[in-house]
């Protein structure tokens, strides 16, 4: 087998091409099936005929009768007459018993001429009126009013009696007008198995069979319904009764029909389907040989496509295929090593940019960490307890834990109530300075839970109380908050000196820079974290879209808000 792979396609292609041999059995095969076919159609149709004929026989031999006993038996006397009226109703038993599989009810309609109009209807005393009927509604006494004399009436579900059980059938009438001052009605009504029974046997999925009477209305249908691609596929066959009249269309499956003939023909097949399996076996088990590899190769292609770098083929042989399996392999392992080489280098940038900005966060706030500070001011807070001085004591007391919470601990994201109660101890030092201006938070309380980046608010006060309130008049500073479906802003304004619009827009677009170039646009100074410093930290920490923005508050001041997301890390 290790011949090249040009050679096992030529073995392939000469083997396969014997299969023409074999074009002239199929066409043999196909004449013999138009043959059935036509032998098929021209079987359905006879039976069709003969089921015809059949029919139209037996309508005949009961129309006979019903002429023979309707025009010959009785005078229009007789059926106003008590003792001839009996005889009447017992031959109308003998009638319809004589045909009870094709008559369901027969009975006479007798209206006098006289001025009351006298009406008498007459049937066997083995039929049962159905209670309430009026028989004057139905088709067959409307035309008789009407002096219409019709021997076959439309298809109707009209009944009289309880015998009547087709849903749907044709009534027989014969009439006689003026018949010794009388005018006489006989009416037969046929049962709808006098119609189906002929076709029953003939009928089936292959072939549909309806029966109309001569103005087309239904009066037996096999077809349950079609569709216009039914009518198209179908082979129809019309045929007319030569007696009633009454129109055949017969619809045949040509599909159907041809599928039964080559089911049939199956059996002449055996040995062309003998020759073409082993045909098919040598040039099945030849193709294997060569699409096997293939095959492998792919699956193998499609596990690397999942990641899965561990894959190799396995080739035996040393023609085309094998050495495509063994350069496989050879680029799967330079691939590998690749892939973790630059792997390897990637997770190492990403580790050092982490690091680097954790430590540029932590720097910025321990801007701010002088330990000395709050333990001096702890020490003069004793002092003044110690003699009695309790401004004093409050000042430094709160001072202590204003210098306290940024060396508190090192987290960088806290919650909102931590970053409140931190911004009300530096409200609380700024009341003795600034004993009139009105604080004002609301709408916080769903807030408090929410995190926030460490000493974010606190910077924004001050730098309100440093900028704001510089004049002599009444100032507030409010604190409120919003929450949306993927982030909150809390909102810090107040209504002191503001910013003309050059420098709000300034500071808005310092505020779009890239973070990378901060650090050399910082305003803040030595005097503490500026609002610049703030937006640095939110970004460096949450990314775009979030940080600060400013804007003049509709009271005059400004009005700072700050973005931030929902969802920070699990506090």
């Known amino acids: ?323 495509l399996g063994r350069n496989f392999n050879k680029m799967i392992a330079n691939l590998s090593a690749l892939i973790d080489k630059v792997y390897v280098a990637k997770m190492e940038k990403v580790q050092m940019e982490v690091k680097q900005k954790e430590a540029k966060i932590l720097a910025l706030q321990n801007q701010i960490n002088p330990h000395f500070l709050y333990n001096t001011l702890e020490v003069i807070n004793c002092q003044a307890i110690i003699n009695e001085v309790p401004g004093i004591s409050r000042m430094t007391s709160a001072l202590a834990d204003f210098f306290r919470y940024p060396v508190e601990n090192h987290m960088i994201e806290v919650k909102v109530q931590m970053e409140l109660e931190y911004v009300k101890t530096y409200l609380e030092i700024q009341h003795e300075r600034y004993p009139d201006i009105e604080i004002i938070m609301d709408n916080l309380e769903s807030f408090l839970d929410l995190p926030i980046v460490k000493l974010t608010l606190q910077p924004i006060v001050e730098n309100a109380y440093k900028h704001a309130f510089s004049e002599e008049r009444d100032f507030f500073l409010q604190i409120s908050g919003e929450v949306f479906s993927d982030h909150y802003i809390i909102n810090i304004e107040d209504n002191g000196v503001g910013l003309d619009e050059e420098k709000i827009q300034q500071i808005n677009q310092l505020f779009d820079t890239d973070v990378q170039s901060f650090s050399q646009n910082d305003r803040g100074g030595k005097s503490g974290l500026g609002l610049l410093n703030v937006h640095q930290r939110i970004r460096l920490r949450y990314g775009v879209p979030f940080g600060l923005s400013i804007c003049e508050s509709m009271y005059g001041g400004v009005l700072v808000s700050v973005r931030l997301p929902l969802e920070g890390e699990k506090l």
């Open 1 to 323: 087998m290790n011949r090249t792979f040009f050679t096992k396609i030529f073995l392939s292609i000469c083997l396969v091409s014997f299969t023409g041999i074999f074009g002239l059995a199929y066409y043999y095969q196909e004449y013999y099936r138009t043959v059935l076919i036509n032998n098929e159609m021209d079987s359905v149709k006879r039976s069709i005929n003969q089921a015809n004929l059949n029919l139209d026989n037996q309508i005949k031999r009961i129309v006979n009768d019903l002429n023979y006993f309707f025009y010959y038996s009785h005078n229009g006397a007789d059926y106003f007459d008590s003792q001839k009226r009996s005889e009447v109703q017992s031959t109308l038993e003998s009638f319809r018993l004589q045909y009870s599989d094709q008559v369901e009810s027969a009975f006479i309609l007798v209206k006098d001429h006289n001025a009351n109009g006298k009406e008498a209807l007459i049937y066997d005393q083995n039929l049962d009126l159905v209670n309430g009927i009026d028989y004057q509604t139905q088709t067959w006494y409307k035309n008789f009013v009407q002096k219409k004399s019709s021997l076959w009436l439309n298809p109707s579900t009209d009944h009289l009696f309880y015998q009547d059980r087709s849903l749907n059938t044709i009534y027989l009438t014969l009439t006689q007008f003026d018949l010794q001052g009388h005018d006489v009605l006989f009416v037969v009504r046929l049962n709808g198995k006098l119609f189906s029974d002929y076709y029953r046997l003939l009928a089936s999925s292959d072939v549909s069979i309806e029966l109309n009477d001569d103005d087309g209305n239904v009066i037996y249908t096999s077809i349950a319904s079609t569709t216009e691609a039914d009518e198209e596929r179908a082979i129809k066959m019309d045929f007319i009764l030569g007696y009633s009249h009454f129109q055949v269309k017969t619809f045949i499956d040509e599909q159907s029909i041809e599928a039964q003939v080559s089911k049939n023909l199956l059996f002449d097949r055996n040995f062309l389907v003998l020759l073409i399996l082993i045909t098919l076996g040598i040039s099945f088990l030849l193709s294997m040989t060569l699409v096997l590899p293939i095959k492998k190769l792919v699956l193998l292609m499609e596990k690397v496509e999942t990641g899965d770098m561990d894959v190799r083929f396995d080739g035996k042989y040393k023609d085309e295929i094998g050495a």
